[in-house]
């Protein structure tokens, strides 16, 4: 890979200070690494973005500080507003080109699957994204390609030991028959799992609310009835009293012709 030059200058302005910085269009950095003391610079935030989208994590920079010395260097740190996004500083890692280093490597998918990943039959799954490499630095490489117009039935994967790259340059330090990409179901087994249990919980949700339904239509009725209950004694209360009442009528009637003829003698 071959090294970006990127221009940078002394920083003397540090703390809350550097906001200044980022007015003006540039970005705070430091470097640091196989360096005898940390170095403070600021760069062209335009120009560092431009460089990084080439160099990623794993490119060398040639970081030109100044007039007076040029750092090989790589990003190691880049802090990003969470409100923003936009980039607030920048850490350079300065190697030395005879010491190996170990950085993450991606893994980027090319080619393409086979017929029944169009049909939704089968999917492609990659279950690595990167891959921690050593090599010196002017070794190292941007990514890492991986065919995936081999797989062709389900089951079929690209392991770890199947990555094509020069290993006498780099070497990959993860376990060699781990999986990187393989060829499974559209819908996997722990995807069936999760359904058939997803699909139990919303049945039992629904019989619950059946059953709270039943109940609730149960005492529905049980109040029905009770209201036509007390209907029902109201009723034969008021027929008691009308008959309570209609008894003693002829009583009154009674007393009435008794007292008549009580009246009827004394005239006598």
Do not use: W
């Given at each position: 890979m071959?090294?970006i ?20 269009g ?8 196989n ?16 460089v990084?989208?080439?160099s ?26 969470p ?13 030395n ?5 170990t ?18 039959e ?12 050593e090599?010196?630095?002017?070794d190292l490489?941007?990514n ?31 376990e ?11 819908v ?7 359904l ?7 049945e039992?949700a ?5 059953v ?5 239509a ?16 109201g ?13 003693g ?19 006598e």
């Amino acid at each position: 890979m071959d090294r970006i030059p990127l221009k940078a200058t002394d920083r003397t302005v540090l703390g809350k200070k550097v906001k200044n910085l980022r007015k003006e269009g540039k970005l705070p950095a430091h470097v640091f690494g196989n360096i005898k003391e940390v170095e403070h610079v600021s760069i062209d935030e335009i120009s560092f973005k431009k460089v990084f989208k080439q160099s990623g994590e794993t490119g060398l920079i040639d970081l030109k500080i100044g007039d007076d010395r040029t750092r090989p260097v790589m990003v190691k740190e880049i802090d990003v507003s969470p409100v923003t996004d936009r980039i607030l500083h920048v850490g350079f890692y300065a190697v030395n080109l005879k010491e190996k280093v170990t950085v993450p490597v991606p893994i980027v998918l090319i080619g393409e699957g086979p017929e029944s990943v169009k049909l939704g039959e089968t999917v492609v799954l990659q279950t690595l994204g990167e891959v921690n490499v050593e090599a010196l630095p002017t070794d190292l490489i941007e990514n890492i390609e991986v065919n995936i117009e081999s797989l062709k039935e389900i089951g079929d994967a690209i392991t770890v030991a199947d990555l094509n790259l020069d290993r006498s340059l780099l070497t990959i330090l993860a376990e060699p028959e781990e999986v990187v990409v393989k060829l499974d179901n559209a819908v996997t087994e722990e995807m069936k799992a999760l359904l058939e249990e997803q699909a139990a919980e919303a049945e039992a949700a629904a019989d619950a609310a059946e059953v709270s339904e039943g109940g609730e239509a149960k005492e529905g009725e049980e109040g029905e009835k009770a209201e036509g209950a007390e209907g029902e004694e109201g009723v034969e209360g008021e027929a008691k009293a009308e008959g309570g009442a209609a008894s003693g009528e002829p009583k009154e009637e009674g007393s009435d012709k008794t007292e008549n003829k009580s009246d009827e003698k004394s005239v006598e």
